[in-house]
Structures are given as C-alpha cells and as structure tokens.
Nanobody, 124 residues
Framework: QLQASGGGLVQAGGSLRLSCTVS????????MGWFRQAPGKEREYVAAISYSGGNTFYANAVKGRFAISRDNAKNTLYLQMNSLKPEDTAVYYCAADGRWSMLTMERGGSYDYWGQGTLVTVSS
C-alpha cells in the first residue's frame, strides 16, 4: 500500500512537503513517481526517482521548484515543493513501478501501484 500525506492549503510562494509511505513491499525494488490532477484536467507527471534515488527527473512546470527524494530505510518517498503557484493546485499522487525506467517514467500507465492522493491548494 502507498499512503500519501502532507497536502494542505498554502499561500502562493509558500512550501509544502509531501510524503508517501510504502508498506507491504520492498520499497527499494520500485522506481517512484509523483503525479497530479487538477480539477477538470487530466493527470500529469510531476517528478520521478530511480530505485536508489541517485537519479531524479522533473516536469518542466516544476523544475527548479520541486525536489523528489526517497529514504529506502524508511520506505518513504518525498516531494518538497517550494515557490508554490496557484496552478500547482491539484491532488497529488505517488506511484510505484517495479520495472521503472527513464523511457516510461512519465507514463502513468507504467506504474503498478498508486497512493490515494493528497490535496494541495495554493491560494493567490
């Protein structure tokens, strides 16, 4: 199971840190990703991280503002979000892929397991 948390209401320019705790699986065997879905829009890729955490990747919309990381000892994935904008408002989902690769990391359909989502609301 994947359990996302850390969402909330924040003013523009503020910061939040999302967490995703993985249970029942060997966390280090999964590449991980964050996705988001804004009201009335399709789900979109936000960031991804390799199995060991040595490689991180970002969508252009969040590059330089967000940072994805993982702690394999704690079975936890993180998304540090800084300089938040109203357009970052969305439900954020964490996802795990047992066959993760850079070729497929942006495709939601490649991920095997999903968290329940946590709502981030950025006010202007």
């Amino acid at each position: 199971q994947l359990q996302a948390s850390g969402g909330g209401l924040v003013q523009a320019g503020g910061s939040l840190r999302l967490s995703c705790t993985v249970s029942g699986r060997t966390f280090s065997r999964y590449g991980m990703g964050w996705f988001r879905q804004a009201p009335g829009k399709e789900r979109e890729y936000v960031a991804a991280i390799s199995y060991s955490g040595g490689n991180t990747f970002y969508a252009n919309a969040v590059k330089g503002r967000f940072a994805i990381s993982r702690d394999n000892a704690k079975n936890t994935l993180y998304l540090q979000m800084n300089s938040l904008k109203p357009e970052d408002t969305a439900v954020y989902y964490c996802a795990a892929d047992g066959r993760w690769s850079m070729l497929t990391m942006e495709r939601g359909g490649s991920y095997d397991y999903w968290g329940q989502g946590t709502l981030v609301t950025v006010s202007s």
